[in-house]
């Protein structure tokens, strides 16, 4: 991002990975969830492989040609808020993070895609963070780990007898047999030396056999020892410490699962006051809660309406980003009446909601973002495309910028540059003959791992027919 008196330029900087086609590409090889550190300096990635990449950021050295091929293909996030035209992330360190499982008492396959990732903040030289797939949480250290190996010991030169003062060893033995020394100085302390450096990585705990249903949000708390998780219906509170129990903090899950009108979609704890955490539901939602009021709180403090599918706090605290299929809400946490400022998108999908509702294509899931210095935000769409947004609100500018291959070759500024391979045709000609795309269910609730048909509210239903 580079600034003028117009404003933030936003460009394409770099691209990881391979960057030939992608007919070889296989479906663990797809980017499932990204997440910078607190600093920005690294960046992690889980892929549906169940893998967990780091990427360190290098500002000394500057880009020069291609360089030098990285070892995973596939991966390519458009880093677009550094603030040196030098700034560059390289590979740190890649471990697998979770293994396909099967749960024998509900006839359950349990994939091993990464849904998310979370940076603990840092403490010592060590990084700890946070990895969950739909079923298991894993705390885990990265470090960097000395290898040592043995230099000198009483066999790296033997000894003959007639070699009284051996400092340095003497002429090899004639012939095979023990070694007589004549006095002490003869005998050496193994000796161990610097190898080489690597980054290692260790699970730490393992938070398991909490959530009955699949785990859509994991959030660290601002004092450092406790964190959420939610799955569709319960969000739960962990210490870091302890990985066999966890605090039932929301349940929202009736007694007739016939009733079910609403699920959990989002949590996050509030980013500086430890007691506070939020969680949007499918019902169109965001509630605030207070963990000081009571145990269970499943009766919110505030409660903001709108059509939620991701919330995220400012840095500061004082507002909250919301995400639905066809806007982004910036709210007041003291105005819950309404929002600051909407941000519309996917205004041409409007006069179309009837096809996208049938389709299921409504309950895609986007996220959505504030940038470091909260003056901007990011959400993303279809056909790999992503816009940004001044989050002040007299500012209406939209900046709409590509996640693809493409864009490395093209590096267009300010515009949306056009796919080339054919999976983006396939999605571009769905949407123009009203096709529908390939459905993502958000709202999964079967506990025994089908998805069912999302609930659907009365209003949506009757505005369809």
């Avoid at 030939?20 to 492989?49: M, P, R």
């Avoid at 001044?390 to 500018?397: A, L, V």
Wanted: glycine share 4%; net charge neutral; charged share 25%.
């Amino acid at each position: 991002m580079a600034l003028d008196e117009q404003g933030p330029t936003w460009k394409f900087t770099q691209c990881f990975g391979d960057k030939g086609d992608v007919e070889d590409i296989t479906e663990a090889d797809i980017i499932s969830t990204v997440e910078f550190d607190h600093t920005g300096n690294y960046l992690a990635t889980g892929d549906k492989g169940g893998r967990v990449v780091l990427f360190e950021r290098n500002e000394t050295t500057p880009r020069t040609g291609a360089g030098a091929p990285i070892s995973y293909r596939d991966l390519v996030p458009t880093l677009t808020a550094c603030r040196k035209k030098t700034c560059e992330y390289k590979f740190h360190t890649e471990f697998q993070s979770h293994e396909p499982e099967f749960d024998y008492l509900k006839s359950l396959e349990i994939e091993e895609k990464i849904n998310k990732i979370k940076w603990c903040r840092r403490q010592n030289a060590s990084h700890y963070l946070l990895s969950t797939n739909d079923k298991t949480i894993k705390l885990w250290k990265v470090f960097e780990k000395s290898l040592k190996v043995v230099a000198e010991n009483n066999l790296s030169h033997d000894l003959t007898p007639g070699n009284a003062l051996g400092a340095g060893g003497g002429a090899p033995r004639a012939s095979p047999g023990l070694t007589h020394f004549k006095n002490a100085e003869d005998l050496k302390l193994p000796r161990l030396t610097h190898h080489d450096t690597v980054v290692a990585a260790v699970p730490r705990r393992t938070y398991a056999n909490a959530h009955a249903y699949h785990i859509n949000s994991i959030s660290v708390n601002s004092d450092g020892e406790t964190f959420i998780s939610s799955d569709d219906l319960r969000i739960n509170l962990w210490n870091l410490n302890i990985q066999d129990q966890s605090f039932n903090i929301v349940d929202i899950k009736p007694a007739n699962m016939e009733e079910l009108t609403e699920v959990i979609t989002a949590a996050e704890f509030h980013p500086t006051s430890c007691n506070w955490f939020m969680y949007a539901s499918s019902k169109g939602t965001i509630k605030l809660a207070d963990m000081r009021e009571s145990a269970l709180c499943d009766q919110h403090a505030k409660q903001i309406i709108s059509s939620i599918s991701d919330v995220r706090f400012s840095h500061d605290g004082r507002y909250i980003l919301s995400r639905d299929y066809l806007t982004v809400k910036i709210w007041d946490v003291n105005m819950e009446r309404q929002p600051v400022k909407t941000i519309p998108i996917h205004e041409h999908l409007r006069p179309r909601l009837c096809d996208t509702y049938e389709n299921d294509s409504i309950f895609d899931k986007f996220e959505v973002v504030f940038s470091g210095d909260a003056k901007n935000v990011m959400t993303g769409s279809y056909n790999n495309n992503f816009m940004i947004y001044p989050s002040d609100p007299e500012k209406e500018t939209e900046v709409v910028l590509q996640a693809d291959k493409s864009a490395f070759k093209a590096k267009k500024v300010g515009v949306a540059t056009l796919s080339t391979h054919p999976l983006a045709r396939q999605r571009t000609a769905a949407r123009r003959t009203g096709l529908a795309l390939a459905a993502r269910r958000v709202l999964r609730v079967s506990a025994c791992g089908r998805r069912r048909t999302p609930t659907r509210s009365i209003s949506t239903r009757r505005s369809c027919t």
